[in-house]
């Protein structure tokens, strides 16, 4: 049986290959029954959340990734996410991989924005803002840089020392990256905005939202989270990941629905919806474009089966 640790989960899944993969994925027969998803009490801190997500390609390749995430964790300069991805046959039950869950999932939530970004960004778009400093925030540049000539890098976060570790990083693979003080000065020029953050507040606004800007949002994975204000989310065309999950789920969505502003037939559309052209992407290089994910067990399922793939046949 095949054990992948960080390093090797990183190594194994290049960005332009785990794009494709996803986006192979959301075409094919996948079977990817509702999540599991449980709040766990942490004595003296925010409650912990763990995940349960299973999917399977019939005949193929059946896996389940679990996830905690302890927002405690920052605190004890912690990752907030920790997990495992268990990859089996799907002809025989046999186990085949473990898989470090915490850098595939990251990777597979970038490349997944970068995959609706391929969609929904202005392809001329070039300067880029990212909030948040988490492991996420570094991915989301490279994934989106592979699919679009980015050649400025902005980075904001609530402690500075953070957001200039990261910039540090990001130039020492070849970007041009900074860290910003000023978050409404930075998104009001940038062409792409994507955010990985845990907040409950909005961080971003919909009036600093330029004409051809596209929103990722990528944190705020419950409904008591929220990374935009009301504007930002009534300005845009609308898509997510999948319904199921952004509609039950994402903050930036669930709220305005209880609200009465938004209503389900308002979401232009889902990522599968838009890879096999059952719905139109960006109509003109002035719409502003929001999507919205919450992580989909395909996802992962397909992050999984690259990495099992590209180590074993390397052997």
Not at 57 to 69: A, D, F, H
Not at 207 to 226: C, I, N, Q, T, Y
Not at 231 to 237: E, H, I, K
């Amino acid at each position: 049986m095949l054990v992948l640790d960080e390093d090797q989960t990183r190594a194994a899944l290049p960005w332009a290959q785990l794009i494709d993969a996803i986006e192979t994925m959301f075409r094919s027969d996948c079977v990817m029954p509702v999540r599991h998803h449980h709040d766990m009490e942490v004595p003296g801190e925010e409650n912990a959340t763990l995940l349960l997500m299973p999917a399977w390609l019939p005949g193929q390749y059946t896996g389940i990734k679990t996830v905690s995430v302890f927002p405690g964790n920052v605190r004890r300069s912690l990752p907030a996410i920790f997990g495992s991805y268990l990859l089996s046959s799907a002809a025989t039950g046999q186990m085949l991989a473990v898989i470090e869950g915490g850098e595939l999932t990251a990777r597979r939530t970038a490349a997944t924005s970068a995959l609706a970004s391929r969609y929904l960004s202005r392809t001329d778009a070039e300067e880029m803002l990212v909030c948040g400093t988490g492991r996420l925030s570094l991915n989301l540049m490279q994934a989106h840089g592979t699919v679009r000539s980015i050649r400025r890098y902005r980075i904001w976060g609530r402690n500075n020392e953070a957001a200039e570790k990261v910039a540090e990083e990001a130039r020492a693979l070849g970007l041009r990256a900074e860290a910003v003080s000023n978050v409404e000065a930075a998104a009001r020029t940038a062409d792409i905005i994507s955010c990985a953050t845990l907040s409950s507040e909005p961080l971003v606004r919909g009036e600093w939202l330029k004409p051809g800007a596209h929103l990722d949002l990528v944190g705020a994975f419950k409904p008591s989270m929220r990374e935009s204000d009301d504007a930002a989310v009534l300005r845009s065309a609308v898509y997510v990941d999948t319904r199921a999950g952004a509609l039950s789920e994402g903050g930036d969505i669930v709220q305005l629905l209880r609200s009465g502003l938004l209503k389900e037939s308002d979401i232009r559309g889902e990522l599968a919806e838009l890879i096999s052209g059952a719905r139109d992407g960006r109509k003109d290089a002035q719409e502003i474009t929001l999507f919205k994910s919450v992580g989909a067990a395909l996802e992962d399922l397909a992050a999984a089966i690259l990495a099992y793939e590209m180590v074993t046949s390397q052997k």
